[in-house]
């Protein structure tokens, strides 16, 4: 089993149980054949990753709002867990979903990406359930959109968790110079990492692992390179799916979100985070990243 993938899958739910102001996501609701609609296109997901046995895989969840409180996506998760060719099966979530269902998987299998949502739940309730996460052995990293009137809660949270659970940052990108220089300085004394995510990182023409050992699917089973290229490649339905995965430039102008910019060739972030790419856990210390030149580009990016 030579072939290692990541892959990043986005069906069609699009639903929340959280109201952020910043998100279009947020309270959103969806019709009971809509639910039903993404548990077949997750199901046929899954049963295709079931038989690419081999291959070996990574797997990401970014969907559109919250998928725990959806039980398809956590039997997906356990589902995953157990299957010898899927290294880790990993989500991104608020956290707000019942946590029993995390001791019927492999917990060295899973991981968690969880964002704190100040409006929506309170520091100390967040902490706990991060905690009972990682009680589980299941790894986790936590982190919070870096709006100037969270800053103080922020630091709260990186004060509150244990050291060894990292603690990351989204910059908010929407507003041209957001960030003051003080700003800035606290953020980043929170997460190591803040100022490769503060800027756009131009993109034109450069390599990238996106659409040669990264690719997302969504829920059709279309393949792309990444979730900021919407061009297809190709269809999971396809036995011939993998011819589609080629070295290929960046054709946008910049890349600002994390789960674009971290398979970008040119910034050789993956011994950074290295097991932890999926989950965002960097593997090394922050005084054993090499700097990177970041040149800005303001811009939008809705991270």
């Not at 929340?16 to 996501?25: D, K, R």
């Not at 009137?149 to 507003?175: C, D, G, H, M, S």
């Not at 061009?231 to 995965?245: C, F, H, S, Y």
């Amino acid at each position: 089993m030579n072939a290692r993938y990541h892959v990043l899958y986005r069906g069609p739910l699009s639903s929340c149980n959280y109201g952020c102001t910043y998100c279009p996501f947020a309270k959103r609701d969806e019709t009971y054949a809509q639910l039903e609609g993404d548990r077949e296109s997750l199901s046929r997901f899954l049963g295709w990753i079931e038989r690419q046995t081999s291959r070996r895989f990574g797997v990401l969840f970014t969907p559109w709002g919250e998928a725990l409180v959806r039980t398809w996506y956590q039997e997906a998760l356990e589902r995953l867990s157990w299957m010898p060719h899927v290294d880790k099966a990993a989500i991104q979530t608020n956290l707000s979903c019942r946590l029993n269902w995390l001791d019927r998987c492999q917990a060295d299998r899973i991981a968690l990406w969880s964002t704190f949502h100040p409006t929506e739940t309170t520091l100390a309730k967040f902490c706990r359930r991060v905690e009972q996460v990682a009680a589980k052995g299941v790894r986790i990293s936590v982190g919070c959109v870096g709006l100037k009137e969270n800053v103080t809660l922020i630091e709260e949270l990186r004060a509150t968790l244990p050291a060894e659970i990292y603690v990351w940052v989204n910059a908010y990108k929407r507003q041209i110079d957001y960030y003051d220089a003080m700003d800035i300085a606290r953020l980043q004394a929170v997460d190591p990492h803040f100022h490769l995510n503060n800027v756009r990182h131009a993109s034109l023409g450069q390599g990238c692992h996106a659409g040669e050992t990264s690719f997302t699917v969504d829920g059709n089973g279309d393949l792309r390179r990444c979730h900021f290229v919407d061009r297809v490649i190709g269809n999971i339905a396809d036995p011939t799916w993998e011819e589609a995965l080629q070295v290929r430039a960046c054709p946008n102008q910049s890349c600002g979100c994390h789960i674009g910019y971290v398979h970008m060739k040119r910034l050789d972030l993956y011994p950074l985070y290295g097991d932890g790419l999926l989950e965002r856990i960097p593997a090394v210390s922050p005084g054993e990243l090499r700097t990177i030149p970041l040149p800005a580009r303001k811009a939008s990016c809705r991270d």
